[in-house]
């Protein structure tokens, strides 16, 4: 069955109505929580929309994790990393630990046979994502980064708009996502890879990448905090004679929207751009229409689609291919890169051009 998306009649004859899979129809992968903080709660929450379970949460502190798994109905709770990962209670794990972990983490679950879906960012820079990469295909293993935007339902209408030619020639974007979060610790934190790109401004640059595509140039701009961790950025991406901005910062709350114009129409995502909410569609000389499907949470697609795909043998989801992925990396290390912002034991990055 598709979810239903909820088009005005303008838009039907250009949106197939099984866009979007019903993620309740997905199948029961047993999935197994590593880390047990907010978005893990948000995991543990939307899994029950899908077809899907959790079976397992692991956190570094035992009675964390026993504490979690009581307050969000999972079944079962271990200490330590090692032990989720060894369990055979799951075929998959979700990793929701720092950026800081995300590799150590996907690596420990792929060398024990699981399946990952690693949230975002991916990694702290390419390097660390093409290992994970690398590793889940040497396995046999599906890998998939999980930016639940990228999943959800008005996300997926706008870029089938774009890539069937509903806009036109795209000329150019903008997309915006900042939050008063610098009072937060892992946010200023170095050794947790903070900062606003890899927290915020990873939405924004992924969504204008999945319009675009790969850029030929990134020009960067921003500031720092007194930590050396990027408060706010600028990002001026250039593929060919379009022109998209992507903004973020941990200093101020800001539009926390965005917009797409194409030689033949427009896209207009309200705040904020990167939850369940509306898409503004504008065609030619049409008045605006606005598509909103019915969406309670939000996980549940990018939980589902990483189901289907370990069900199906797939390596990689074709809605978040580890081609974009990359992209995307590649993009938020020319950031870092123009604004010297460096992790522990990292290395330098320099600028480049994607």
Known sequence: MPYPLALPPSLRPLVPDDLVADPAECPPVRWGILGAGTIAAAFARDVRRSGASVELVGSRDADRAAAFASEHGVPGSVGGYDALAASDRIDA??????HSEHRRCALLALEAGKHVLVEKAFARNREEAVEIIEAARFAGLFAMEALWSRFLPHHRVAR???QTG????????????????ADVPRMHDPALAGGALLDLGVYPISLL???FGTPDEVHTDGTLYPTGVDASSIVVMRRGDARAVAASTMLATTSNSGWVSGTRGRLRFPAPLHSPGPLEVTLGDAAPVVVHPPVA????????EASRCVAAGLPESPIMPHADTLDVM?????ARGALGVVYPGEGGLAPQTV
């Open 93 to 98: 794990v979700y990793v929701a630990t720092p």
């Open 160 to 162: 089938h708009l774009v």
């Open 166 to 181: 509903a806009l036109g020639d795209l000329v150019q974007a903008c997309a915006d996502l900042g939050d008063r979060l």
């Open 209 to 211: 990448q999945s319009l």
């Open 297 to 304: 949470g939000g996980y549940q697609f990018e939980i589902a």
């Open 330 to 334: 590649t993009i938020l290390d020319d």
